[in-house]
C-alpha cells in the first residue's frame, strides 16, 4: 500500500510531531496485524496502559 515509501514515512514524522502537541502517539505496526489481531491488539492495550499510568499525577 505504499506505507514503507520515503516519502511517506517523512511526512508521517511530521503529522507525529503535531499529533504530540495534543498528547502521547502510540505508534503500530500495521503489518503485526496480520500475524494475529489478538497479540497486536493486546500490545497496543498494554502501551496505552503503561502511557496512562506514567501521566498520572501524584
Do not use: C, S, W
Not at 1 to 26: C, N, Q, S, W
Not at 29 to 56: H, P, S, W, Y
Amino acid at each position: 500500500m505504499g506505507f514503507d515509501r520515503p516519502d511517506y514515512l517523512a511526512g508521517k514524522e511530521v503529522t507525529h510531531e503535531r499529533m504530540e502537541e495534543l498528547g502521547p502517539v502510540i505508534l503500530m505496526d500495521g503489518r503485526e496485524f496480520e500475524r494475529g489481531l489478538t497479540d497486536e491488539g493486546r500490545k497496543v492495550t498494554q502501551r496505552i496502559r503503561a502511557n496512562m499510568r506514567a501521566e498520572r499525577p501524584g
